[in-house]
């Protein structure tokens, strides 16, 4: 059998490259085809094979470090759970995600979803914290449920990608961090929510999200963020009127 | 239109404003190193930490881990078993003292995790739950449904926020440990984003960057685990131990390396031929129960036999012809349809996501079709109980080091707690030492960062000419690792392997890149890469041409005995600067558990334990 090729239209921008090679443009690479080959070893090909400059992020190949999203064919994908077979014999146009500024390549930069991260305290807040002596805090099945879903979220940011108030308003805080916020508001150990809610009541915050859902359907964990922002917004105004009642109260 | 951020190089930034400077460095942003940091920012509040990572902390390889981790917890459990199974499951290799601490501290450091907020799997009454993994006498395994490591790493990583004194240098790739009149203080990094060399000198450093299985063709283990903490500690002058014990996970997907988790056989999974036939029976793992009796699975018996021993019996039923041959080499089957969908769904979820994606089996209508696969290092940098190495002001912890906790062959879920407790001993003692040793030679460790970035400049981005294309090397090195340090190995086959490592060696300094800009150049990284695991690659090669016996992992064709009189010792691979390692031994901490025979199936471990305990 004849070795059959796919054609990937890679994004390629450099900003130390000579002024000709800059871009921002797009480059064909034909590769081998495989039907068990992902998007991500395709272009692993090209870089071992064809041209060594093509810049990725990439690590686990196995949908968990969150590293490789990229726009495939439009979508934002975890190019090491797109397969070729399913976009083949049609070619494949690979682009960063959209959103972000380009590092290079089909790299974006970080900086600002960091910041947005650890804007809204992604860890457990408590006073009344116990000696590890005494052993674990309880939480029953069902409270581990109320937001075991948003825990599951591996910052891959295609949600980021995916959502057009972030392309409208670069402020927004974003799906992925308000679901994280909201994991911790929901979580029987912690006492937060108090120290979370100005951030929360941001106009860029989650009232910011108009719930169009589309971080829902990219998600590739099924953190579900859209249905998280929904909740935290219910959360938000009812720790808000309660704060004028219960000036310092908990829970 | 894209917006472009261009972050190229500021030919305006000159090297000594990059130039930074805190009290503890630490080098690799898993597990082990954000547990390090956050045990030092707790410890001391004044202490700035630099936590250094080539990747987003949330990318390391801690985020991969499955199945769970081990720590005494529940009431019919106890330490004496724990370190029992650690033990033997070692083939006493494993350092005594060094088990007895780590299994007293693990509970709590489980604990401490689990009020940062990790999302542990609970029993009905709100207690956390655990799972049998294999080599246990008792079920000990704390486990977040089959996501342990992200949800562990992503806890910590989450937690560091919290503290101000702890600074990342995300992206930043450290090609050199900076060691001025002995003592250690501060790597020399590439930052990704501009390609500049940043000095970020300490008082102390601390060495976390995982493991090196990248070495190998299939592997568990993602593309940023090359090794280069332990090369470059070891280019330092740290040795590194014990590096021929090389753990091979007896299940792994066929093509991809991805894991399947050994909690799969935990919840009663059963490992078969292609006759059907549980062929563990055959190999001194006990008798098979039926898979609907209730003591199904039995501890420390068949599927619950330890991850050397049940890769070593797939290799052996591969030449009594008793595999399955698919175009990525032959594979047994791991049956979970027992199991039922509602048991697979809510206990591994990801298992049947992974085979489903990535074989294209459901494992509640299918068996899995799995091999055997390079899942981790047992061998790495030399430490005390401490972290502390040789060199002064040096610390390691996580899978790079070496307490030596694992021995011969580690017992599964024992890594994750691993990091935790020897992270927080390592941040501990570097963070003592920090405020012991305030003083540092700022211009010489400046100077020598400049020589490495000017070093760098030579041998990759401006040179022009080499003929070695990244990809030959490191295809060439899997086939040698392969072929002569796997499963299985003898005098001839790692002779071959050895001699081919100094061919590569050599071609090495011939290797030629496409890429010859500064920022982000990931060939460049990738090329540094293939300079730490060629290094990694060769200790292990001849560490394991020495060690003339059998032990756990390490399993010679030609001595196929354990002999405890010539080497109940660890390795010591030294670095040599023309010509490869320099090999010695130093005794193995014997202290409560005499050496005995390490034995599995019904009852074994429990009498072999009864007996030992004198």
């Known amino acids: 059998m004849a070795e059959a ?65 990229m726009m495939v064919n439009g979508e934002p994908k975890l190019t090491c759970a797109a397969f070729l077979k399913d976009y083949y014999p049609g070619s494949i146009r690979i682009e960063p995600l959209t959103n972000f500024p380009v590092e290079r390549d089909l790299v974006v930069v970080m900086d600002d979803f960091m910041a947005k991260l650890k804007s809204v305290k992604p860890y457990i807040i408590r006073d009344d914290v116990n000696d590890t002596g ?31 108030v972030m392309g409208s308003e670069p402020e927004f805080v974003g799906p992925a961090a308000l679901a994280l916020a909201h994991r911790y508001n929901r979580d029987t150990r912690d006492r937060g929510s108090r120290e979370r809610l100005e951030k929360m009541m941001e106009h860029e915050a989650v009232w910011g999200c108009t719930f169009v859902g589309e971080c829902t359907e990219v998600c590739p964990k099924n953190v579900d963020p859209a249905g998280a922002i929904q909740q935290a917004k219910t959360d938000a105004a009812k720790e808000y009127f309660k704060s004028f009642f219960m000036p310092k109260g908990g829970r | 239109m894209k917006d472009l951020g261009a972050r ?23 597990g082990a190193g954000l547990r390090a940091a ?30 769970g981790a081990a720590a005494v917890i529940k009431p019919n459990d106890s330490i004496e078993d724990h370190i029992y199974d650690t033990i033997s499951g070692s083939d006493w290799l494993a350092d005594q003292d060094a088990v007895e601490l780590f299994v007293n501290e693990a509970p709590r450091e489980m604990i401490q995790l689990e009020h940062w907020g990790c999302p542990w799997s609970r029993e009905a009454d ?39 004194n702890i600074v990342r240098y995300d992206e930043h790739f450290v090609t050199k440990l900076l060691v001025d009149d002995g003592r250690c203080c501060g790597a020399a990094a590439l930052e990704l984003r501009s390609g500049r060399m940043r000095a970020i000198l300490g008082k102390s450093v601390i060495v976390c960057t995982g493991g090196c299985g990248r070495i190998f063709p299939f592997t568990t283990n993602g ?10 500690a070891y280019r330092a002058g740290a040795a590194l131990k014990d590096m021929e014990f090389l753990q091979y996970h007896p299940t792994g997907l066929p093509g991809t390396g991805i894991l399947i988790t050994e909690a799969s056989r935990g919840e009663g999974g059963i490992m078969v031929n292609k006759h059907g036939d549980r062929y563990l029976q055959d190999y001194d793992l006990g008798k098979p129960l039926d898979i609907n009796d209730p003591n199904h699975p039995q501890k420390r018996t068949m599927e619950l036999g330890p991850r050397d021993k049940l890769s070593q019996c797939f290799v052996k039923e591969m030449q009594k012809g008793n595999t399955i041959e698919t175009k990525y080499g032959h594979v047994v089957y791991l049956d979970l349809r027992h199991l039922g969908e509602k048991k697979i769904d809510k206990k591994i979820p990801f298992v049947r996501e992974l085979a489903t994606n990535y074989a294209g089996v459901d494992p509640v209508h299918e068996p899995i079709p799995v091999r055997p696969v390079l899942h981790y290092v047992m061998g790495g940098i030399d430490t005390d109980i401490n972290g502390a190495t040789s060199i002064a002001g040096l610390f390691a912890a996580g899978e790079c ?51 490495e970035q000017q070093r760098i400049d030579r041998e990759f981005i401006s040179k022009s000419g080499g003929r070695q294309r990244i990809v030959d090397i490191r295809v060439e090195m899997h086939h040698a690792m392969e072929d002569g340090a796997g499963i299985f190995r003898d005098e001839k086959l790692l002779t071959r392997t050895r001699d081919k490592l100094a061919e590569l060696q050599q071609r090495y300094r011939d290797l030629g890149l496409d890429d010859h800009t500064l920022s982000y150049n990931t060939e460049l990284i990738a090329a540094l890469e293939l300079g730490f695991m060629l290094d990694v690659a060769e200790t ?30 660890h390795s010591l691979a030294t670095f040599r600067k023309d010509g490869p390692p320099a090999i010695g031994y130093k005794d193995v901490t014997i202290t409560k558990w005499p050496p005995g025979a390490r034995t599995y199936g019904a009852d074994s471990g429990l009498t072999a334990a009864a007996t030992q305990r004198t």
Not at chain 1, 138 to 151: D, G, I
Not at chain 2, 11 to 26: A, E, K, N, R, T
Not at chain 2, 142 to 154: E, N, R, S
Request: glycine share 8%.
């Open chain 2, 126 to 164: 709100g207690s956390v739950a655990v799972r049998p993994f294999g080599g246990m006498k008792i079920e000990r395994t704390w486990y977040a449904a089959d996501k342990t490591g992200f949800h562990m790493l992503h806890a910590l990583f989450q937690t560091t926020l919290k503290y101000d």
């Open chain 2, 223 to 232: 593309a940023i685990k090359n090794g280069d903490g332990m090369a470059m």
């Open chain 2, 540 to 569: 292990i090669a001849h560490s394991a041409l020495k060690r003339t016996e059998s032990r756990g992992s390490h399993q010679r064709l030609d001595h196929p005995n354990r002999d405890d009189k010539s080497f109940l010792k």
């Open chain 1, 134 to 164: 005494d052993g674990e805090y309880r939480q029953t099945p069902a409270e581990l449920a109320q937001y075991k879903q948003f825990s599951m979220c591996i910052n891959c940011m295609l949600c980021y990608a995916a959502c057009p």
């Open chain 2, 401 to 451: 080091a070496c307490v030596s906790l694992n021995g011969a062959n580690r017992l599964g879920s024992n890594s994750l707690t691993e990091l935790l407790v020897f992270g927080a001993r390592a941040g501990s003692a570097a963070a003592h030492f920090s405020a012991d040793h305030p003083q540092i030679n700022t211009a010489a460790l400046e100077a020598q960062a400049k020589d």
């Open chain 2, 8 to 30: 190229g190089a500021d030919p305006g930034v000159s090297l000594m404003s990059m130039v930074v400077q805190h009290d503890v460095i630490i080098v690799g942003g898993g």
């Open chain 2, 38 to 67: 956050i045990a030092i920012a707790e410890q001391d509040p004044n202490l700035s930490v630099a936590a250094v990572s080539k990747v987003y902390p949330m990318r390391s390889h801690t985020v991969a881990a499955e199945g």
């Open chain 1, 5 to 69: 090729n796919i054609t990937l239209e890679v994004f390629r921008y450099h900003p130390d490259s000579p002024d000709g090679d800059r871009g921002p443009r797009f480059q064909s690479y034909d590769v081998p085809y495989h039907d068990d080959w992902v998007v991500l070893d395709a272009l692993n090909w090209v870089k071992d094979n064809a041209d060594g400059s093509l810049t990725y992020r990439w690590s686990c190949r196995m949908g968990v470090c969150g590293s490789c999203g």
